[in-house]
């Protein structure tokens, strides 16, 4: 078995994981139909969008995901700054790892959707807005102002989470994959409260695990990181 997962096969497959959203969200009106599911047209509000649930759920797992973050960085000082031996040095790589990503990762998506022209839901004609639904490729007219959603900044709070895969890597390739896709489902079901709360489009979230896979594997591939040798 290979020490190492082979970076065309792994930059190959978050390509087409990317190509697939693309053509989904392009070429179908899936993303309208899974808002419409949660928007109530009786009285023009999305399922959670006012409600006490739905924002406490928004604001309680994305401050776990803070906590959980800031509890490793604080983990990752410590092996820096001791010469504390029960972690190998592989071990403690990983760690430094996934705080690289926990804190790097967010501001990727953010300015990637500084830039987009995507609108939210709850901000469109469809659903009682002021503004038109254009797909990702569209030609938009000059004069029309950024939207901002896309890709989703709430599913940025959790796509860190993937990166904890390395933590598996003593198990083998297969095993650390199967908990890297494991993660990203994970993520996923985190952030469609913002879905039902009339937030964001599907492939919003989509988009944010997409680059979050990227930007993960550019940090895997770009340093000689001890993790990756098979324990």
């Keep these: 078995m290979s020490r190492r997962l082979n970076p065309y096969i792994a930059f ?21 139909l899974i808002s419409k599911l949660f928007y109530n047209e009786s009285i023009g509000l999305f399922l959670w969008q006012d409600d006490p649930l739905g924002q406490s759920f928004y604001q309680a797992t994305k401050e776990l995901a803070i906590i959980l973050a800031l509890g490793l960085s604080c983990r990752a000082l410590y092996f820096s700054t001791t010469n504390y031996s029960r972690h190998s040095q592989k071990e403690k790589q990983a760690i430094y ?3 690289l990503i926990a804190f790097t990762e967010p501001v990727i998506v953010w300015l990637f959707r500084e830039y ?6 709850v901000d469109l004609v469809q659903f009682g807005g002021e503004n038109i639904y254009y797909h990702l490729l569209d030609v938009i007219p000059p004069e029309s102002k950024a ?15 993937p990166s904890l895969f390395v933590l598996r890597l003593q198990k083998g390739w297969p095993k650390a994959i199967v908990a890297l896709v494991s993660l990203v489902f994970f993520a996923l079901i985190l952030s469609f409260v913002q879905v039902i709360r009339g937030e964001h489009f599907f492939s919003h979230l989509l988009w944010s695990a997409a680059i979050a896979l990227t930007w993960c594997f550019i940090i895997l591939y770009s340093y000689r990181w001890k993790f990756l040798k098979i324990i």
């Design 147 to 161: 939207g901002q959603c896309n890709p989703s900044g709430h599913a940025s709070s959790f796509m860190w989470l």
């Design 12 to 32: 190959g497959a978050i390509f087409s994981f990317s190509v697939i959203i693309l053509f989904v969200e392009q070429l179908t009106h899936l993303d309208m």
């Design 116 to 121: 987009s022209m995507s609108y939210c839901p």
């Design 97 to 99: 790892f996934i705080v």
